[in-house]
């Protein structure tokens, strides 16, 4: 998809401002020849064609947009997905959206709740959450359905919710690719060490439930013995994560790999980088600053990209484009998974739906 020419854009290459352009777009006069003569040229040479229906209904109203999603972080899976929305109020410049943002601690589910209240009392046009805590979420979405709010899942879809729309991998194909492409890679009856975040006040996110059942259903499709042991680790306390894993590694000389069903991979591979752990297998998600690191070094083996920016930009887009419209929208929308190895990773342009 190619890149929206904002007016902006054009005010930059044709050296006059945003207001003249937006003037001469819409036939407001008070500018001089000069001017007209220089935008006009622009617009020839970028092809720009403006839609004159959502400028004219952008000067009518402005719309409150709430989005709630666990802490961004730099270089890490949320940062993305608010960097695609980022991207998508960019190309609806003209459209006055106050952006309300609400973030939570993803593993602790007395942070996410007083952060739902809160989200919940807000007078909002529409709301995009990226949901770790179903019950929590389940009954956030209930107050937004009786007051009629809109709302769109990014990351993960929730059953017994109605939401306008979903932009999501699927968490269940992805576990299940995991484990094939684990089990492809370690020796026979070897055992597989599975990462799993401590979280306070629920067991996991729905996104983990997910791929658990994806990846167990694998190795139970394909008839495949290897055993699966859990590795905890307390992600609010990560000067701990080296010890709980060094426990772990402890006189396990049958761990043939390991697998990270969330995007905090880079925590293995660092630790296999500073105690000199080469033969071990390690399958990851997401492709966050550690985990691209981890895969360039060599120390994972695969990396799953999910398409967070993109799922952000589809999300925001799709939230402006009904409230202008009311237009039905598709519910379902999946985006692709991607494989990349060390080989590759070099060649991939995560966010190409932008170029």
């Known amino acids: 998809m190619q890149r929206k020419i904002r007016i902006k854009d054009i005010a930059g290459m044709a050296g006059v401002s945003a207001g003249t352009v937006d003037r001469i777009l819409h036939n407001r006069g008070n500018v001089s020849e000069s001017a007209r003569i220089a935008v006009e040229e622009v617009l020839k040479k970028v092809n720009y064609k403006p839609n004159i229906h959502i400028s004219g209904l952008s000067l009518k109203r402005k719309y409150k947009v709430v989005i709630t999603t666990p802490h961004v972080m730099k270089g890490e899976y949320w940062e993305s997905i608010h960097s695609g929305i980022h991207h998508a109020l960019e190309e609806f410049e003209n459209i006055r959206v106050q952006c309300l943002i609400y973030t939570y601690n993803q593993y602790d589910i007395y942070s996410c709740r007083e952060v739902y209240d809160q989200v919940a009392q807000t007078d909002a046009d529409a709301v995009i959450i990226g949901p770790t805590f179903k019950e929590e979420t389940v009954r956030l979405t209930k107050q937004l359905d009786e007051r009629d709010t809109p709302y769109v899942f990014v990351d993960s879809p929730l059953e017994n919710t109605s939401p306008l729309a979903f932009f999501t991998s699927d968490h269940y194909i992805c576990g ?9 890679i370690i020796p026979t009856g070897s055992d597989i060490g599975m990462l799993q975040a401590v979280r306070i006040g629920d067991q996991s996110a729905n996104t983990s439930i997910l791929r658990k059942r994806g990846f167990n ?5 394909k008839k495949i013995a290897n055993s699966v042991r859990k590795i905890p680790f307390t992600a609010m306390e990560p000067e701990k994560f080296d010890q709980q894993l060094a426990e772990f590694f402890h006189d396990r000389q049958k761990i043939g790999g390991v697998v990270v069903l969330n995007s905090r991979g880079g925590i293995v591979a660092d630790y296999f980088a500073k105690n000199g752990i080469n033969d071990i297998r390690l399958v990851c998600l997401d492709l966050t600053a550690s985990n691209v690191r981890g895969l360039k070094d060599g120390y994972i083996d695969f990396l799953i990209g999910q398409e967070p920016e993109h799922q952000g930009f589809l999300a925001m887009k799709t939230v402006i484009e009904y ?19 060390k080989e590759t990773i070099g060649y991939y342009n995560q966010f190409n739906f932008m170029s």
């Open 217 to 221: 259903d694998y190795l139970n499709q």
């Open 323 to 341: 409230l202008i419209y009311h237009k039905p929208v598709k519910v379902k929308n999946y985006t692709q998974l991607d494989i990349l190895t």
């Open 176 to 184: 299940y690719l995991v484990a094939k492409l684990i089990t492809s």
